[in-house]
């Protein structure tokens, strides 16, 4: 049992106090005697003095009937709520609100006073005489010349039993104003009475104040301002109609009974709703929880491993790429990135054109699992293996509800997860990896690009590999990498990781990634060659070429294959179990870029080539019909006039006629 020990006894310490609880104060080996003191709520602080006999007092707290509660304050009834607080934080702040009265003055100068008490004898003070009370209020007059001697025994009372902290004579003003006006039976309105409004005034009870609450919920919702949310409920609930003067129009019932006013209205919705609360409903659940909502933490506190989680989106590139031809492309790019979420480092990227799609996704999962060199090389880029060093598979990945939800994993140890629609604070790491728009004012505006689709897909890469190398990272350093001087970019964090096994990453082969991500398609192949609808593709290798010279001739046979669908000009068709790489090549020595089509470029070119092949037989026929007609008007004879003789005939006749000339020339 400590000083200040919080008592609780049943028969009220043998009916010597009026409540259950006391405190230890003191046990006196002179006098044989325990203090105890106990706190009552009164208008004024007051504290009491209990003196027991010793033996008393110890036989009662062996036998049980005094113990100590559970709960053990350490400051006076009032203080509570100052427990394991700054109360200088609390001063600075008071003193900011222009608070005249310090506090911190006044609990010294109640030091004073009680320093002064306690210079004597105390223990004979507290037990020397049978009336501990009026020896306080006597040493209180003679020594301090104060005459409020009920105050000062609290004060005094309160520093001893609290250890002497200072903390335990600060003004108990901390609770003022937190009573629950509410309680009062009164019906008269609270608060000061307005200085205008002649009519009668209304108290707000606890269920006028819910209907408020739920009025202003359900108006403010839809879009609505606080004003229309409260003329709607007064209107509603109050019969409230406008009455016209030559001052101004105002409210008023017509009955003349009262009803809240405009400040009570707010004063109830403020009061029973959390700021937080108001925010969300004025301005939506999404539109809050992106502006407003405080931040709860970092994505990367969950994760300790490279591939652990990663973070995809797509983003619409800023400016319009031309056509192949050197025409505007009206079909934007869209790209997909695929962002690690302990690094922050770039794993993949995958794009399409005009629409965020599935196979963008799958292309980003494709670029995450094989060499960033082979990817590249795809698309027609070159770089180095240290430029972009990660390979492997993610152990989970959070897409949004969009096109990406969509694609099937066939890994079942990963983990998919959606963020809630509407919510880009669900997948922060990716949605800041995008490349900024700054918002300019005047007429909008469309920026056209001098890149074409496969140069701008050249130009992102190269942007990633740079990303990689030059983000702020920071904020994923650990006092371990710090140490290490390890740099603050995510290609540094992603390297240190890594060389210490802390990956998540699975591994497959290329093959494998070919048949998980990329399209299926069907291809044409025949002794001639090998075709995809207007696409003719060579393989260098002998497994193709074996396959080709077992076929019959005149005829087409389908085989399985797999493409990229942003480009064809690489694609991989499976003969015997095996993936065999082909390429794609043109009829004509042309531009090298013609070969970096997208799936859907190649759909349209084949449309367009059935509608020429339509009209080229169709125009075929008028040449032919020309011919005819311009042959029998020049010559006038049709171009098919001749009769079918047999060839002997033809020589036997030839023959004649030789004789005959050669008789002819003789005579």
């Known amino acids: 049992m400590h ?56 036989t009662l707290v062996a036998s049980g009937a005094i113990f100590e509660t559970p709960d053990q304050p350490t400051l006076p009834p009032g203080l509570e709520d100052l427990e394991g607080r700054d109360i200088y934080l609390i001063e600075r702040w008071r003193e900011e609100k222009g608070r005249l009265r310090s506090n911190l003055k006044v609990m010294e ?84 009475p307005p200085l205008e409004d002649p009519l009668p005034q209304l108290r707000i009870s606890a269920e ?29 609930h109050f019969g409230v109609t406008v009455k016209s003067r030559p001052i101004g129009d105002m409210l008023c019932q017509p009955e003349g009974l009262p009803f809240p006013s405009k400040r009570q209205y707010d004063y109830a919705i403020h009061k029973l709703l959390k700021r937080s609360e108001i925010d969300e409903l ?19 506190e969950g994760v300790g491993n490279v591939f652990q989680a990663v973070q995809l989106d797509a983003a619409q590139a800023p400016e319009l790429p031309i056509g192949f031809l050197g025409e505007i492309q009206q079909l934007p790019l869209q790209v997909v990135r695929m962002i690690d979420v302990a690094s922050g480092i770039g794993l993949g990227i995958g794009f399409s054109l005009g629409a965020e799609r599935a196979s963008a996704y799958r292309m980003a999962h494709f670029c995450c699992s094989i060499s960033k060199v082979k990817f590249a090389r795809l698309l027609g880029l070159e770089i180095d293996e240290n430029d972009w060093p990660c390979v492997g598979t993610p152990g989970g990945a959070v897409y949004d509800r969009g096109p990406g939800a969509t694609i099937e994993h066939a890994d079942a140890t990963s983990t998919v997860e959606m963020t809630p ?24 505006q469309v920026r056209i690009s001098n890149l074409n689709p496969i140069e701008m897909v050249k130009r992102e890469i190269l942007r990633q590999i740079k990303d990689n190398k030059s983000s702020d990272a920071f904020s994923r350093m650990t006092p371990e990498m710090i140490r ?71 005829c087409t046979f389908n085989i399985p294959g797999f493409v990229l669908p942003f480009c064809v000009r690489y694609a991989w068709i499976e003969i015997s179990g095996h993936l065999v790489e082909v390429e794609r090549v043109l009829p004509l020595t042309d531009d090298p870029t013609l070969l970096f089509e997208s799936l859907q470029d190649l759909e349209r070119e084949e449309v367009t080539a059935r509608m020429l092949a339509r ?53």
Not at 113 to 131: A, H, N, P, R, Y
Not at 523 to 529: D, E, K, L, P
Request: with cysteine; net charge positive.
């Open 109 to 192: 100068q109640r030091r004073d006073v009680v320093d002064t008490l306690c210079e004597g004898d105390l223990e004979k003070l507290l037990f020397g005489s049978s009336d501990p009370i009026a020896s306080i209020a006597k040493a209180v007059k003679e020594r301090t010349h104060r005459k409020d001697t009920t105050r000062v025994r609290y004060w005094l009372l309160a520093y001893l039993t609290f250890g002497r902290r200072e903390l335990a004579l600060y003004p108990a003003t901390i609770k003022n104003g937190r009573w629950d006006r509410s309680s009062l039976p009164s019906d008269a309105r609270l608060g000061r």
């Open 282 to 300: 004025r301005l939506g659940k999404h539109r809050y929880n992106n502006t407003l909502s405080p931040r709860e933490g970092a994505f990367s």
């Open 484 to 554: 290490s001087e390890v740099l603050p970019i995510p290609n540094d964090i992603y390297a240190w990781l890594d060389g210490r096994g802390r990956s998540s990453a699975g591994r497959i082969s290329f093959d494998e990634a070919v048949r998980e991500w990329l399209d299926p398609v069907i291809f044409t192949v025949s002794r001639n060659g090998l075709s995809y609808r207007s696409a003719e593709y060579r393989d260098m290798g002998i497994l193709l070429r074996n396959f080709r010279e077992k076929l019959p001739r005149h």
């Open 3 to 58: 000083v200040g020990a919080k008592l609780e006894s049943a028969d009220r310490f043998q009916g010597r106090s009026a409540t259950r609880y006391a405190h230890f104060l003191m046990s006196s080996e002179r006098y044989k005697s325990v203090a105890l003191v106990t706190f009552e709520k009164r208008a004024e602080p007051f504290a009491e003095l209990l003196r027991l006999p010793r033996s008393d007092f110890e």
């Open 421 to 444: 629609s509407y919510a880009p604070k669900g997948k922060p790491n990716v949605e800041g990896s995008h490349p900024k728009k700054r918002a300019r004012q005047g007429p909008p």
């Open 208 to 236: 006028l104040a819910e209907k408020m609450v739920k009025s202003y919920s359900s108006r403010v919702i839809d879009g609505h301002t606080s004003s229309t949310a409260y003329t709607s409920f007064v209107r509603k």
């Open 615 to 667: 009209r080229g037989r169709k125009a075929a026929a008028a040449a032919e019909l020309e011919y005819q007609s311009k042959h029998e008007s020049q010559i006038g004879l049709s171009p098919h006039d001749s009769n079918s003789i047999p060839r002997r005939a033809v020589k036997k006749r030839n023959k004649q006629k030789e004789r005959a000339l050669r008789d002819t020339v003789h005579s």
